[in-house]
C-alpha cells in the first residue's frame, strides 16, 4: 500500500513546522502508524543555520524509518541499520533509509527536489514497511512537495506580528491549495496546449488560446506577470460588458463554460504558491476566474490544517535574540476568521498533538490511497478559497483586487 | 591550459548566475577553469531575480547551475526560492545546482534546495568538480596525507672540506670508542629485540631478563604497581576511546599555496595521556599539520627501563610504552609523520626499537645535548647513542639531531659543532640524520646582542652556515621561536607564524611550532591553541608565497661567525682524548656556558675485555 505522504510546511523560519511535525510523529506512533520522517531541507539541528537560534530537535524511535544525507545519520546520537541508499544524491552525500534501533536526536537532510522525494516514496510503498511519510518543509520552500497527499501550513508572528496580514495570507494559500482537480485528460477534438512555462512572454498567446476556446495546460514556471497578462489580455474592451465570449461576442457573467472558453489548468497548485506572494497571486487568479475561465490545477497536496505560532524571535544584536510572542488568542481568531470553517487551525503547544493528529487522521489516513489521490480537494476546504468559481457565481473572498 | 584529450571529462553545459547586484569574481574564475577543461559556459548578467534566472536555463540544456550570493536572511530566502523555481519548472532531474557565498556551507544549500555548496575559501577546483561529478569533497572532509621523505633531496656530501674533515674523524674516532662498550640501556634494547619476534614463553624469559636492567621504580611498575602520577587503562576503557577515533582522521592542508614547497609542520604532544595525545594529533592533522612529536615524561628519561601497558600519566610527557606508542599508531592512523624521541635519557636505543614497532617515521637521537643539557652521563649516552644511531639505520628511521643546549647557555658554534659531529657518526652507521638549528632568542643571542636588531639574521645566519657545511635536510625547532613567546595568545600565534615564515623563506625541510598556549599554561595544552598556531602559519606561508624574507648583510657575518666557531670548536674536540672526554671538558660548551654533564647512568658502561 502507498504510504500517506505529508508534508510540513511553514510560510517562514520559525513559524512551527518542525514543531507540528514532532507532534504528528508522536501521535502517529501512538496510534500505531507506522512512520518514516524525511526533510527537504535540512532539520533537527541545534541552532539553527542562519540565525543562530535553537531549534526543536527530532527525536525518533526504535522502528521509525528515517531518510536523511549519510553523513549526517553518521553523527546522530540515536542508532540505526541502513535499510537501503535511496539512489539520491544530496548536498551533504547520499540519500539513505535506515531504521533506527536505539531512541536519540537526528538530523534530516532529504531530498531537495521533487524527483527525489518521488524516488524515496516509491522506495517506501515498495518496501511496504511506513504508513505515513513525514516531510519537513524548509525556507517556506514547496516544490518538492507537489505531489505530497497532504500539507499541514505553519504560520505565526515569525512571518508577520500583523494578525490580519497573517489571516489574509493563510488563506490565499489554503485557497490556491483547494483549487478543482481537474485531469484535462481533453474532451474529443480538444487537445490542451502546453505551455512551458507562463510568463509575460507568454501571456498573450495563453490568453488567445483561451479565447479561441483551446485548454491550456501550464507545465512549467509560472509568474506573477504573466497571470497578471493573461487576466489583463481577457479583460472585456472599454465599455464591453465585463466577459467575452470566443470571437470577441460580448456577453454577461457566470456560466463561464457555456460561453465556451477553454481550461486553464496547472499541473499543481505549488506553481501558483511559486509564482509570488499568495495573496497577490490568489488576487490574481480570481480575476481570470472572473472573466470566465475554468481554471483548474492537476494535482496537488490538500490542506489539512494551519497551525498557529504565536512566538517570535526578536533580535537583541549582535547575533542574540530573545523570544517574543503575539496575543496567541487574537492570532488564532484571526486564521480562523480569514480560513472559516473548511480549514482547522490549531495552536500546537496550546492544544496539545492530538488535535492536530485528529485532524491528520481524519482529514488524510481515514480517506485511504484511492481517495488521497483523488481529482477534488477535500470537502469544506473550498470554502477558504474560491467558492464563487465552484458554485459558478461572483467570487468574494480572497478576491479582492 | 585545457585538458588533454585522454584526461577530458565530458564537456558539460553550465550556466553560471551571479544573483548579487554585482558580478562575483569567483564566477569568474570559475569560468575561466571550467573552460580551460573545455566546459560550455555562460556566465549571466548580475543581478537578475530568480524567476529570469529559471528563464535562462530554461532557454538551454544546461547539466550544472553555479550560483553566487552573499547570504544574508533574505538572500537566503531568494535562493530557496530559485531553488523551488526550478525545481517547479522541471530543470532538476536534469541539471545539478549548487551555491556559493559569503555564509555558505553544505548544511545551508541543503537547507535552502541545492545540490552542493561552497563558503569562503573554496578553491573553483571544488566548483570545477562538482561540474564533473568529480567524487565530492565536502568542506570537513579530510585527505590521506602523502608522507614526505625529509631526507630523500639530500646528498649528505660535506661542502665544507675542514667542518667535513673534523667531523668525520671525531666520528670515526666515536664509532671505535664505543666498540665492545655496553650499558643496561643497550642491552635491554637487545631483550627487545628478541621480545618482538619471541612466542609466549620465551617472551616470559625475557622478561624476566628485562627486569634484572631495569630501575625498582620501573621494576615495580611492569609487576603491577601503578604508576606514582597516573593509572593504567584498562582494555574496555582504550576499546571504547580508540571507538572515538573511527571517524574524523585525515589531514587538510594548511594553506594553499601552489606549487610552493613549504617545510613539513610538527606539533608536539605529550599530555601525558595516550588518548589525549591522540586526540591532539587528530585534530592538528585536520588543521594542517604533517607530523608530530611525542615527548616522553622527564621522570622516565631517568628512569632504567620502560614501563609496561596502557599509561597515562599525570605529570609531563606521555609514557614510551610499546602500548602507549601501538595505541596512538592506531588511534591516529598513518597518515601523520610521526617521530618518538630517544635523544636525553637513559633508554634511548630501547626507544628506538619499541618506536620502529609501532610504526613511527622518525626519532631524535643526539648525545651532545642529551649529556649537556639532558642530565645523562656523557660516557653512557654515547654508548646509548650509537647503539641507537645503529638500530636507526636498521629500521629506516631518520632522526633529527637537536642543538637544545643552545637554551641553557651553549654558543650556537658549539652546539652545532656537536651536532655534526653526531651527524658524521650517524653517516658513518648508514643513518640518515637531520640537522635541527633552533629558531630561539637564546641566552647567547641575548647576552650578545645577535637578536637586538631583528629576530631574522640571526636564525638565518645558522641556515646559510649549515647549508655551506653538508648538503643535508634541516628541521629548525623545536619549536621555532623558542623564548620569544609569551603569555599573550595573540603573540604567541604571530611569533610562531612569522618565524615559520622565515623557515618557509629560507626554504627548509621541516618546523615544529608550538600552541599559543604553551607559554601561558606551562603545561596543559588545549587542542584550540594548536588550531590557533596552526591557522596563523597558513596564514603566514599563504602571505609570503613564493616570496623571501630578505636578511641584512649582518647574517651574512653571523654565519661566518658561526662557521669560524665550529672549526674551531671541532679543532678543540679532535686534541682530546676521545669525543667523550671532550663533552667532559666542556668543548662542546662549559659549564659557564650552559653545558653541564649529566650524572644519570654514570658509571654504567660496561666494556668487553679484549679478545
Request: glycine share 12%; with cysteine; net charge neutral.
Amino acid at each position: 500500500m502507498n504510504p500517506a505522504v505529508l508534508g510540513c510546511v511553514g510560510t517562514a523560519k520559525n513559524t512551527g513546522k518542525t514543531t507540528a511535525l514532532t507532534a504528528i510523529l508522536g501521535e502517529a506512533r501512538r496510534h500505531g502508524y507506522r512512520p518514516a520522517l524525511t526533510s527537504i531541507g535540512y532539520d533537527g539541528e541545534e541552532l539553527d543555520n542562519l540565525t543562530g537560534l535553537p531549534k526543536p530537535r527530532v527525536d525518533v524511535e526504535p522502528g521509525d524509518l528515517v531518510a536523511s544525507a549519510l553523513p549526517c545519520l553518521e553523527r546522530a546520537p540515536a542508532g540505526w541499520d541502513m535499510v537501503a541508499d535511496c539512489g539520491v544524491a544530496t548536498a551533504l552525500g547520499p540519500l539513505v533509509l535506515a531504521r533506527v534501533t536505539s531512541p536519540g536526536r537526528v538530523i534530516l537532510a532529504g531530498p531537495a527536489h521533487r524527483r527525489g522525494l518521488a524516488t524515496l516514496c516509491r522506495l517506501l510503498a515498495a518496501r511496504r514497511e511506513a504508513d505515513l511519510v513525514l516531510v519537513d518543509g524548509a525556507f517556506g520552500r514547496l516544490s518538492p512537495l507537489a505531489r505530497a497527499h497532504g500539507m499541514v501550513l505553519s504560520t505565526g508572528a515569525a512571518r508577520s506580528r500583523d494578525l490580519n496580514a497573517l489571516g489574509r495570507e493563510a488563506r490565499a494559500i489554503a485557497g490556491l491549495l483547494s483549487l478543482p482537480r481537474e485531469r484535462l485528460r481533453g474532451l474529443p477534438g480538444r487537445r490542451p496546449r502546453l505551455l512551458r512555462p507562463l510568463g509575460a512572454d507568454e501571456a498573450e498567446e495563453a490568453a488567445r488560446l483561451l479565447a479561441t476556446g483551446r485548454d491550456v495546460l501550464v507545465a512549467g514556471m509560472v509568474t506573477l506577470a504573466g497571470l497578471a497578462q493573461v487576466a489583463h489580455a481577457l479583460r472585456p474592451p472599454p465599455g464591453a460588458p465585463e466577459t467575452r465570449t470566443p470571437g470577441g461576442v460580448a456577453g454577461g457573467p457566470g456560466a463561464p463554460e457555456a460561453q465556451g472558453w477553454g481550461r486553464l489548468v496547472f499541473t499543481d497548485p505549488v506553481q501558483l504558491l511559486l509564482a509570488g506572494e499568495p495573496e497577490q497571486v490568489s488576487n490574481v487568479v480570481c480575476r481570470i476566474i472572473s472573466r470566465g475561465v475554468r481554471l483548474a490545477v492537476g494535482s496537488g497536496p490538500a490542506i489539512l490544517a494551519v497551525t498557529a505560532n504565536p512566538c517570535y524571535p526578536v533580535p537583541l544584536g549582535g547575533g542574540r535574540f530573545r523570544a517574543g510572542a503575539v496575543d496567541a488568542g487574537a492570532l488564532r481568531t484571526s486564521l480562523e476568521e480569514h480560513l472559516g470553517a473548511g480549514v482547522p487551525v490549531v495552536d500546537v503547544l496550546r492544544d496539545g498533538p492530538d488535535r492536530l493528529w485528529r485532524v491528520v487522521e481524519e482529514r488524510l489516513l481515514a480517506r485511504g490511497p484511492r481517495a488521497r489521490g483523488a481529482a477534488e480537494p477535500l470537502p469544506g476546504t473550498v470554502r477558504a478559497g474560491f467558492p464563487a468559481q465552484m458554485r459558478g457565481t461572483d467570487p468574494g473572498g480572497p478576491c479582492t483586487g | 591550459m585545457a585538458a588533454s584529450p585522454a584526461t577530458a571529462p565530458r564537456t558539460r553545459r553550465v550556466l553560471l548566475a551571479p544573483l548579487d547586484p554585482v558580478h562575483d569574481v569567483g564566477l569568474k574564475l570559475i569560468k575561466k577553469q571550467l573552460e580551460a577543461r573545455g566546459h560550455q559556459v555562460t556566465l549571466l548578467p548580475p543581478d537578475l531575480t530568480p524567476e529570469e534566472v529559471t528563464r535562462a536555463a530554461l532557454a538551454g540544456r544546461y547539466d550544472c547551475l553555479l550560483v553566487s550570493r552573499t547570504v544574508g536572511y533574505e538572500s537566503a530566502e531568494i535562493l530557496a526560492r530559485l531553488a523551488d523555481l526550478l525545481d517547479g519548472a522541471g530543470l532538476r532531474p536534469r541539471m545539478r545546482v549548487a551555491v556559493g557565498g559569503m555564509a555558505v556551507r553544505p548544511e545551508l544549500a541543503a537547507e535552502m534546495g541545492f545540490d552542493g555548496g561552497f563558503g569562503p575559501g573554496t578553491p573553483p577546483e571544488a566548483a570545477v568538480a562538482f561540474v564533473e561529478e568529480a567524487p565530492p569533497r565536502h568542506d570537513d572532509e579530510a585527505l590521506s596525507l602523502q608522507k614526505p621523505d625529509l631526507c630523500a633531496r639530500y646528498s649528505y656530501h660535506w661542502k665544507d672540506t675542514v667542518i667535513g674533515d673534523a667531523a668525520r674523524e671525531l666520528a670515526r674516532g666515536i664509532v671505535a670508542w664505543a666498540e665492545g662498550a655496553r650499558t643496561p640501556g643497550s642491552e635491554r634494547a637487545a631483550v627487545a629485540q628478541a621480545m618482538l619476534v619471541a612466542d609466549e614463553g620465551e617472551r616470559l624469559r625475557l622478561e624476566e631478563e628485562y627486569l634484572h636492567l631495569c630501575g625498582d621504580e620501573v621494576v615495580a611498575m611492569r609487576r603491577g604497581q601503578p604508576p606514582p602520577h597516573g593509572r593504567l587503562i584498562g582494555e574496555e576503557e582504550k576499546r571504547r576511546a580508540l571507538g572515538l577515533f573511527a571517524r574524523g582522521r585525515g589531514w587538510q592542508p594548511l594553506a594553499a599555496t601552489g606549487h610552493q614547497r613549504l617545510p613539513v609542520v610538527f606539533v608536539q604532544y605529550g599530555t601525558g595521556c595516550p588518548v589525549m595525545d591522540a586526540l591532539h594529533a587528530v585534530v592538528a592533522a585536520r588543521w594542517g599539520a604533517q607530523g608530530t612529536v611525542h615527548f616522553d615524561p622527564a621522570w622516565s628519561a631517568r628512569q632504567e627501563g620502560l614501563p609496561r601497558g596502557l599509561v597515562a600519566w599525570s605529570a609531563d610527557g606521555t609514557f614510551y610504552t610499546p602500548e602507549n606508542l601501538q595505541f596512538f599508531r592506531e588511534a591516529t592512523g598513518n597518515d601523520l609523520l610521526w617521530q618518538v624521541r630517544a635523544h636525553r635519557g637513559l633508554n634511548t636505543p630501547e626507544t628506538v626499537v619499541w618506536a620502529a614497532a609501532a610504526g613511527a617515521d622518525l626519532t631524535k637521537i643526539n648525545p651532545v645535548y642529551g649529556s649537556l643539557g639532558g642530565g645523562t652521563d656523557p660516557e653512557r649516552l654515547l654508548v646509548d647513542a650509537v647503539a641507537a644511531t645503529r638500530l636507526a639505520a636498521r629500521y629506516g628511521l631518520p632522526f633529527d639531531v637537536v642543538t637544545n643546549e643552545e637554551l641553557g647557555g651553549v654558543p650556537a658554534h658549539k652546539a652545532i659543532a656537536g651536532m655534526l659531529a653526531v651527524v658524521a657518526t650517524a653517516l658513518e652507521l648508514g643513518a640518515r640524520p637531520i640537522l635541527q638549528p633552533l629558531f630561539c632568542y637564546s641566552p647567547e643571542a641575548v647576552l650578545e646582542g645577535y637578536m637586538e636588531q631583528d629576530y631574522v639574521d640571526w636564525n638565518a645566519a645558522k641556515v646559510i652556515a649549515l647549508r655551506r657545511i653538508i648538503d643535508a635536510p634541516i628541521w629548525p625547532g623545536a619549536p621555532i621561536g623558542f623564548l620569544t613567546h609569551t603569555e599573550e595568545r595573540v603573540q604567541s600565534a604571530v611569533t610562531t607564524s612569522l618565524h615559520a615564515g622565515l623557515a618557509a623563506s629560507l626554504r627548509v625541510d621541516a618546523i615544529t611550532i608550538a600552541s599559543t598556549d604553551e607559554a601561558y599554561s606551562r603545561g596543559p595544552i588545549t587542542a584550540a591553541a594548536r588550531v590557533d598556531s596552526l591557522r596563523a602559519v597558513g596564514e603566514a606561508f599563504r602571505f609570503l608565497g613564493e616570496a623571501r624574507v630578505s636578511p641584512t648583510a649582518r647574517a651574512e657575518k653571523l654565519a661566518e661567525q658561526l662557521l669560524e666557531g665550529v672549526a674551531a670548536t671541532l679543532r678543540d674536540a679532535l686534541r682530546q682524548p676521545s669525543f667523550c672526554q671532550a663533552l667532559y671538558a666542556g668543548v662542546f660548551g662549559t659549564r659557564e656556558e650552559g653545558g653541564n654533564p649529566g650524572r644519570a647512568g654514570k658509571g654504567t658502561v660496561t666494556r668487553s675485555a679484549p679478545q
